[in-house]
């Protein structure tokens, strides 16, 4: 068991011989879940709900940025600022998607006055860590799916 050391095991089985038993167990008794998927088609979009759990952890209005990185196309170091979008009218808090913003290094220095300043704080920004799981057990249950 994991469950003392602040760990969640997620666990998944595909196709219709997977066997679904040890891989449900696990993720009780690490205060995880476990997802069934049917078919390879299906995965993508299985594996998506694993959002749900961190959904429900911590709302955040805060843009979210990322370390640079160099962009594929030739524009140089690029920053991107991702923002959570949440379905408020849902029992609990649910992850709908996330949008983003890109924007070269060159840009944000060109800003008036303040651009390396506004760019080296995007990267402190950058450095933040995902927020410590504080779920209860009855939050879990209601991410796992009927049947789970």
Not at 49 to 74: A, C, H, L, Q
Request: one cysteine or more; hydrophobic letters at 35%.
């Amino acid at each position: 068991h994991l469950r003392g050391k602040g760990l969640r095991v997620f666990t998944y089985t595909v196709g219709p011989w997977a066997d679904q038993t040890n891989a449900k167990r696990v993720s009780c008794e690490n205060m995880g879940t476990w997802t069934h998927v049917a078919s390879l088609e299906d995965v993508w979009v299985k594996i998506a709900d694993y959002y749900n759990y961190f959904s429900m952890n911590e709302k955040t209005n805060n843009v979210i940025w990322t370390e640079p990185y160099e962009d594929r196309y030739g524009l140089g170091e690029i920053v991107s600022g991702c923002l959570p979008v949440y379905d408020i009218q849902s029992e609990f808090l649910t992850l709908l998607g996330v949008t983003c913003l890109d924007l070269t290094k060159q840009r944000i220095l060109s800003f008036p006055n303040d651009g390396e300043q506004v760019f080296n704080a995007m990267q402190s920004l950058s450095q933040r860590r995902c927020p410590a799981s504080q779920l209860t057990e009855t939050q879990i249950e209601k991410i796992r799916k009927p049947g789970a």
